[in-house]
């Protein structure tokens, strides 16, 4: 047996409207002939009742007189009515005259009428009376034959009607299931097109009002959202691979500048241990030697800063401090460097007493950061320029140089960690790239900001730092 | 399979109703003397015969039947013994001579008494009395129902138009049982 559930939905409506219309015509028709039988039955019986009087009326002299051939006449009259099958008078319970048509073997004797209705016969008895007394009875029977075939007849042609119904159902429901089946078919092409192709940019269209309106509605919304949230997938997807191969690129970078200092260090030490060295020489390795463990230092020390960076362990200890004295520690620190390179550092400082309320190291480690790129940038030979002082409420420091600028590509992820305009291992500067990370978080930690200006490459780059002054400030 | 034995079950209740129908007719009736049945005739007629109201001196007047000549062996008498019409008690009363018919509802006439037939009718002239006879010209005499015996079988003859004349509604179902006759020759009866 085919299921309901396993068909289509045009073929469900189809299948629903034909059950519907069918079931429909069934019990009305089912109705019909059951008040048809009832009625044609009681008709029957009315009739045949009247039929009884009328002959029990007609045969009560013949049956005074005892004239039987007189009453089979009468009762002969009786072939009129082809319903009446058996006509029957009794005189008491003898049987006086009888009249049998059709070609029921029934008779009249014995008397029958004690169950009045049997099978397909009607019985109806009526008293022959003369003077008010009862000399005999009339019994007549009446066969349903007639009102069976009509019944049949009647059976054939909603039989006949019920075949076109389903058909003419069949051809509407076939038209109109389409108000229903194709927006919900339309619905499911496309949910199994986007499944299908992984796109989520394909819409749903946009049908009428209702329901499949609703559904219709609600599956874009869901299309959209999944789409954002595919396509925010996929950024931070590709956001964390670009993590990663910056992770591994500084890994790399870093072995690299973790070993460097240590090759010329073992190198020079080899050397002072053959002791083949004059003084002039023993002391240019101890200086090369104390340069290199100081770089070392400074490494590990920014891979601290930014691991404590990353986990929210860096403290920043703020006091009022003097401006100047943390400008010229930072540039004292710088002079060996600048100086080897033949690089001057112009100072301008206006009011070496301008007091800043901040972490005098931390504010001293930005500024070195920012002195060295500076310095590691510019040629030899060339000229970096510190500026100091106070704009409004905030203290300003800028740093520039006329070294190799920077690439306006770059410009967004020169404060990100990890990262290098110049990442290649054949690169000209050292480093590892934390520097400006560590120095945009220091000042931001002071509620400061920090920004980079340049024209492009070889242009030279300006970093200006903005610390915040307390309103307090005296 | 219930419907075959149902039907099988119907035939053979058709079988015993025809065996049974059969031994009822083989029984012997009694048969009715023509006196019997000419008497039960005579009742009947009574039956469906109207009188007009002014034949019977009261409501509770009896019905009589009256009867000149010998006839019926006592068996008239036996049949309305004890009936009633219309709540009427009926009574034989017997002419054995003259011409008094006064106060009979019917007026038998037996073949006996064939030569007072004429007079008899003449004394009953218009009035409300049905006159059943047996003679041959008893119609043409001016009779109203006259008995025929054909082969052992009583029937009977009506005139109509001397039932009409007596003021007497005669049943039209009485007329089809009977053989209407109107004879040629009217019957010498003052008018």
């Given at each position: 047996m085919i299921s309901l559930r396993t068909l289509s939905i045009p073929k469900k409506i189809v299948v629903i409207a034909m059950i519907i219309s069918a079931s429909a015509l069934l019990v009305a028709s089912g109705a019909v002939l059951g008040y048809d039988y009832i009625v044609a039955r009681e008709n029957l019986r009315s009739n045949t009742m009247t039929l009884a009087r009328i002959v029990a009326d007609n045969t009560s002299a013949a049956v005074a007189f005892n004239d039987k051939a007189a009453a089979v006449d009468t009762l002969n009259a009786?072939?009129?009515?082809?319903?009446?099958v058996l006509g029957c008078i009794y005189m008491g319970d003898a049987l006086f005259a009888q009249h049998v048509s059709g070609r029921?073997?029934?008779?009249?004797?014995?008397?029958?009428?004690?169950?009045?209705?049997d099978g397909d016969l009607v019985w109806t008895a009526a008293p022959i009376e003369v003077k008010g007394k009862q000399i005999g009875t009339v019994e007549l029977g009446a066969t349903l034959g007639p009102t069976y075939g009509r019944l049949r007849f009647e059976i054939a042609i909603i039989a006949v009607i019920l075949l076109m119904s389903a058909l003419f159902a069949l051809a509407l429901s076939a038209r109109l299931h389409k108000f229903v089946s194709e927006p919900i078919l339309r619905l499911a092409r496309t949910a199994d097109e986007v499944s299908r192709h992984?796109?989520?940019?394909i819409r749903a269209a946009k049908q009428g009002e209702g329901e499949l309106a609703t559904l219709a509605n609600s599956f874009n919304d869901m299309l959209a959202q999944i789409q954002l949230r595919t396509a925010a997938l996929a950024k931070a997807n590709q956001e964390l691979q670009n993590a990663n191969k910056m992770k591994d690129e500084f890994l790399a970078t870093l072995s690299h500048e973790l070993r460097t200092p240590l090759t010329s260090i073992f190198g020079w030490v080899n050397l002072m241990r053959q002791g083949r060295l004059d003084e002039e020489k023993t002391a240019k390795a101890v200086d090369v030697i104390d340069r290199n463990v100081r770089a070392q230092i400074q490494l590990v020390d920014d891979l601290l800063n930014v691991s404590q960076i990353i986990t929210g362990k860096l403290k920043i200890h703020t006091c009022w401090t003097n401006a100047g004295t943390i400008v010229r520690a930072a540039l004292d620190s710088i002079q060996p460097a600048a100086a080897a390179k033949n690089i001057e550092i112009a100072v301008n400082l206006p009011d070496s007493e301008e007091r800043v309320f901040a972490d005098p190291e931390r504010i001293q480690q930005v500024l070195w950061n920012l002195l060295t790129n500076a310095v590691k940038f510019s040629e030899k030979g060339g000229r970096v320029c510190l500026e100091a002082g106070r704009v409004g409420t905030a203290f300003r420091i800028s740093v520039s140089d006329?070294?190799?600028?920077?690439d306006p590509e770059f410009m967004p992820f020169?404060?990100?960690?990890?990262?290098?305009?110049d990442a290649s291992k054949t690169r000209k500067h050292g480093g590892l790239g934390l520097g400006l990370a560590i120095v945009r978080h220091i000042v931001e930690s002071h509620g400061g900001t920090v920004t980079a200006q340049s024209?492009?490459?070889?242009q030279g780059a300006t970093f200006t730092i903005h610390l915040p002054i307390p309103a307090n400030t005296a | 399979m219930k419907s075959r034995t149902l039907g099988s079950a119907v035939v053979t209740i058709y079988w015993i109703g025809l065996i049974l129908a059969c031994s009822v007719w083989a029984v012997p009736q009694a048969a009715s003397t023509e006196d019997e049945v000419k008497a039960a005739f005579l009742f009947n007629f009574a039956k469906f015969v109207d009188w007009p109201?002014?034949?019977?001196?009261?409501?509770?007047?009896p019905f009589t039947i009256c009867v000149a000549g010998n006839a019926f062996d006592g068996a008239l008498e036996r049949i309305v013994q004890g009936e009633t019409l219309d709540r009427r008690p009926l009574v034989v009363r017997p002419v054995?001579?003259?011409?008094?018919?006064?106060?009979?509802q019917i007026l038998y006439i037996a073949p006996s008494e064939a030569r007072r037939v004429p007079d008899l009718i003449t004394a009953a002239g218009n009035n409300p009395v049905l006159t059943v006879g047996e003679t041959g010209d008893f119609i043409e005499d001016g009779g109203t129902i006259r008995f025929v015996n054909a082969g052992g079988r009583i029937h009977f003859q009506i005139n109509p138009d001397a039932a009409e004349r007596a003021s007497l509604k005669v049943s039209s179902r009485l007329l089809r049982l009977a053989e209407v006759v109107r004879p040629r020759r009217r019957a010498g009866v003052a008018r």
């Open positions: 009786l072939h009129a009515e082809p319903s009446i029921d073997v029934q008779m009249c004797s014995p008397r029958l009428s004690s169950d009045p209705s992984q796109d989520y940019s006329s070294g190799e600028g920077i020169l404060f990100e960690r990890f990262t290098q305009a024209k492009g490459k070889g | 109201m002014q034949s019977f001196p009261g409501s509770d007047s054995p001579t003259g011409t008094d018919v006064r106060g009979c």
